[in-house]
Nanobody, 122 residues
Framework: QVQLVESGGGLVQAGGSVRLSCADSGSTFSSNAMGWFRQAPGKEREFVAAITRSGCITYADSVKGRFTISRDNAKNTMYLQMNSLKPEDTAVYYC????????????????WGQGTQVTVSS
């Protein structure tokens, strides 16, 4: 059973940094691909970053160079380090999990966390 819990969101000024965590209470974390998505008010949920079981990484163009995804299989935890934040990064951030290969589409993921709010003020 996979249960994902995000933490680390909050209010930050533009140009600041936040680190999100996603803890998996299940026993299959190291076998799963993981992803971060976000959803701003009135918008569709969108891909942010993904990491495979072996550590291969993909980013959305909008966050490339500013965000860093990582995972610690020993701790069953994934992270998203967000630097140089912009007001347009304001959203609820979700982590997601799936078996095998990482993908960039919402429909490709099986398990989802409840989300954590990140608000970037100008």
């Amino acid at each position: 059973q996979v249960q994902l819990v995000e933490s680390g969101g909050g209010l930050v000024q533009a140009g600041g940094s936040v680190r999100l965590s996603c803890a998996d209470s299940g026993s299959t974390f190291s076998s799963n691909a993981m992803g971060w998505f976000r959803q701003a008010p009135g918008k569709e949920r969108e891909f942010v970053a993904a990491i495979t079981r072996s550590g291969c990484i993909t980013y959305a163009d909008s966050v490339k160079g500013r965000f860093t995804i990582s995972r610690d299989n020993a701790k069953n935890t994934m992270y998203l380090q967000m630097n140089s934040l912009k007001p347009e990064d304001t959203a609820v951030y979700y982590c997601a999990s799936k078996r095998f290969a990482a993908v960039t589409v919402v429909s490709g993921y099986t398990y989802w966390g409840q989300g954590t709010q990140v608000t970037v003020s100008s």
